[in-house]
């Protein structure tokens, strides 16, 4: 790990000997955002998808973008190179961070800061065979972070709390509620399958819009399977037909077990559903087709 190739405002150097000044506005306030691209077989997945999320998020903390898309795409493909040639590992996940620089400390945004900028790439560390045959469990929780979900914030507290929870009962995710109705994961979007049909909750400042959100409205046109945005209560996902998870690394992934209770109905109680399989058979599709 320590002999990752890292790049940190303009030079490439050891993960080691990175460094960042105390005041940096990221470190004293968590004030600025991240992206995570993932990587197939050295090639960036949807990354035009992800850049666009970045802007939105900079605009959001009124951060300037401080580089264009071939200046990331370079940045980008070159640690990919480095982490592939070092560690052999053909899939990855870019890591890129911004803040809004270094300043003394205030609370208020000082205009005119240059921004802190920070890439790393590492090997993924993909769901197993194991987790996709048998599906995860998941717990729940009152979704108790901020009101902006929408801002793929470095702030992550609330979602490191929300992910320790799980992490506590050896489960793989805690699916959270606001006021009765599905956010979010800590670190995943969730779905739910109902009649064949895939429902997600609508997009808002309480969910991330995740990548995946746009993608598997994608994936389900072209397998013929309705999909649809809208408020889904706790009791829907408790009685779901197939409840799954997609991020960056798990892609999609069926949940099995929730608070202990089997997921879903009759013979495939407790195993991931057709709904699943078919989604998951279309991104891997996907993931030849949307690299670059």
Known sequence: MTENLCYLNGSYLPIDKA?????????????GIYEVVPVYARRLFRFDEHMARLD????????????????????????????????????????????????????????GLTPTVFMMANPMKPATAEQRHAGVACVTARDFRWERGDIKSISLLGNVLARQISADHGAAETIMFRDG???????????????????????????????????????????????????????EVMSADEVMLSSATKEVLPVTRIDGESVGHGALRGKPGPVYARLHEAYQRAKALQSI
């Open 19 to 31: 460094q960042v000044s105390v005041l940096d506005r990221g470190f004293i306030f968590g004030d």
């Open 181 to 235: 109705f599905l956010t979010e994961a800590a670190s995943s979007n969730v779905w739910i399958a109902h009649e064949g049909a895939v429902l997600g909750p609508p997009k808002s400042e309480h969910v991330l819009e995740g990548i995946r959100v746009e993608l598997l409205k994608e994936l389900c046109e072209e397998c013929g399977i309705a999909y649809n945005l809208r408020p889904i209560s706790e009791a």
């Open 56 to 111: 939105r998020s900079l605009a959001k903390l009124r951060i300037p973008n401080p580089l264009g898309r071939a200046e990331w795409l370079e940045r980008c493909r070159r640690l990919v190179g480095a982490t592939g040639d070092a560690t052999g590992a053909e899939d990855q996940l870019v890591y890129i961070q911004v803040t809004r620089g270094v300043a003394p400390r205030d609370h208020v945004m000082p205009p």
